[in-house]
T-cell receptor, first 116, second 111 residues
């Protein structure tokens, strides 16, 4: 069964450093998302992406965040200058265009980001 | 987005049926009810979706009364591996829409 993959599984970085989290969505999917989950808290939407542009973003997704689809397979989330409060599990998700009548979003295993 | 209310936690034993009820009094006409499951340290996973009456798949059943103001996710004969957080989400179906997760219901299955 196709799945969303994410790398790395765990990233440790120092405050102020830039990090790039990588995702490979399911190959025939056209809609991509990033969510985050701070330890013990709920899953929060960050951004949705379609046709090489951001469709919607949350208040969390400020100027420190950016997303990119640099090639036909990868989807990245960049945090320019990490803060302690960026420590969380970051999930990438993707969905099909039309074939899936449930508009189900498929989530990756997540990248645990620890900012020290 | 319709607000949802579900129990914070439920305990069960292996082999039992678990029913989780979600209230969504302000559900809109074009809203669907979707349930996701999340295991510790994993991403959420779609379980089931419905609009009205009953929907069943290989994992669960979803019961939706005529007024659609609530729904019940039924997990038949749970096992230890069904221990997870279960989220009820209500919203219009479309691509390119954000999923709004609440706190979910933590289901703990004991031997």
């Amino acid at each position: 069964e196709p799945e969303v993959t994410q790398t790395p599984s765990h990233q440790v970085t120092q405050m102020g450093q830039e990090v790039i989290l990588r995702c490979v969505p399911i190959s025939n999917h056209l809609y991509f998302y990033w969510y985050r989950q701070i330890l013990g808290q709920k899953v929060e939407f960050l951004v949705s992406f379609y046709n090489n542009e951001i469709s919607e973003k949350s208040e969390i997704f400020d100027d420190q965040f950016s997303v990119e689809r640099p090639d036909g397979s990868n989807f990245t989330l960049k945090i320019r200058s990490t803060k302690l409060e960026d420590s969380a599990m970051y999930f990438c998700a993707s969905s099909e265009r039309e074939a899936n009548s449930n508009y189900e979003q498929y989530f990756g295993p997540g990248t645990r980001l620890t900012v020290t | 987005l319709a607000k949802t209310t579900q129990p914070i936690s439920m305990d069960s034993y292996e082999g039992q049926e678990v029913n989780i009820t979600c209230s969504h009094n302000n559900i809109a006409t074009n809203d669907y009810i979707t349930w996701y499951q999340q295991f510790p340290s994993q991403g959420p996973r779609f379980i089931i979706q419905g609009y009205k009456t009953k929907v069943t798949n290989e994992v669960a059943s979803l019961f939706i009364p005529a007024d659609r103001k609530s729904s019940t996710l039924s997990l038949p004969r749970v096992s230890l591996s069904d221990t997870a957080v279960y989220y009820c989400l209500v919203g219009a179906r479309s691509n390119d829409y954000k999923l709004s997760f609440g706190a979910g219901t933590t289901v703990t299955v004991r031997a």
